[in-house]
């Protein structure tokens, strides 16, 4: 009997041996099993996003096409320019190298102006000047929402929110005598109510830049 007894309790102990290893190794792949990767649904970011407020724009008629040009010439021999821009518009030199034309009867904020500025004295590549530039604006302290709405190779379209008020800006870079650095930045901003007349005397303003 005694050796019946024994066997008896040595297949016990071995069956219950193999139904721990199978339910252990049944565990471990039910835990080590993963589904395959699935998109996650985009969470709110944490910090607050504040919305651009724009004002109103100024109570004024739109610059109008077709506007009569003059010629002048800003700077001083042999680094000077000349260029055509709209009669009866008044000057104004903010800071040296730099000229601005308002409409009359002068200055109205948040509307639109001309502004020149030499700046071969930089020797900046053209397409330097408009990285810098653009760069310039887009980390301005009071610029927002800024957007690139057309680039070339000499110039770009850019519009953005400032002190409010949504600008549109374009620009462009001359050379003299054919090199590579810029030699004067030419820029004019207005709204975008301006901006059928703006590209009108824009285009005509930089076709006779001279320097």
Excluded: C
């Excluded at 565990?27 to 099993?33: L, Y």
């Excluded at 990285?131 to 690139?148: C, G, H, P, Y």
């Excluded at 050379?175 to 901003?189: E, K, M, Q, S, T």
Aim: proline content about 9%; hydrophobic content about 40%.
């Amino acid at each position: 009997m005694r050796p019946l007894r024994a066997g008896l309790v040595l297949a016990l102990v071995l069956t219950g041996a193999a139904g721990g290893y199978f339910l252990a190794e049944h565990d471990d792949e039910k835990r080590s099993s993963f589904s395959d990767p699935e998109p996650v649904a985009a969470v709110s970011p944490s910090y607050p996003v504040n919305p651009v407020v724009v004002l109103p724009d100024p109570d004024k008629p739109a610059l109008r096409a077709g506007l009569r040009l003059h010629r002048v010439r800003v700077g001083t021999a042999p680094f000077h320019l000349g260029l055509p821009v709209p009669r009866g518009w008044e000057r104004s030199v903010p800071a040296a190298g730099e000229w601005r034309w308002y409409p009359p009867p002068g200055l109205v904020l948040n509307t639109y102006f001309l502004r020149v500025r030499l700046i071969g004295n930089q020797y900046q590549p053209v397409e330097q000047a408009i990285t810098s530039r653009l760069d310039a604006l887009r980390t301005a302290d009071d610029v927002e929402d800024f957007r690139v709405l057309s680039l070339t190779a000499d110039g770009f379209v850019a519009e953005y929110v400032s002190a409010g008020y949504r600008r549109v800006t374009m620009e462009k870079y001359v050379v003299r005598n054919g090199a590579d650095a810029a030699y004067a930045w030419i820029a004019l901003v207005g709204r975008r109510q301006d901006r059928p007349g703006m590209t009108d005397l824009f285009d005509r303003v930089v076709a006779g830049a001279r320097p």
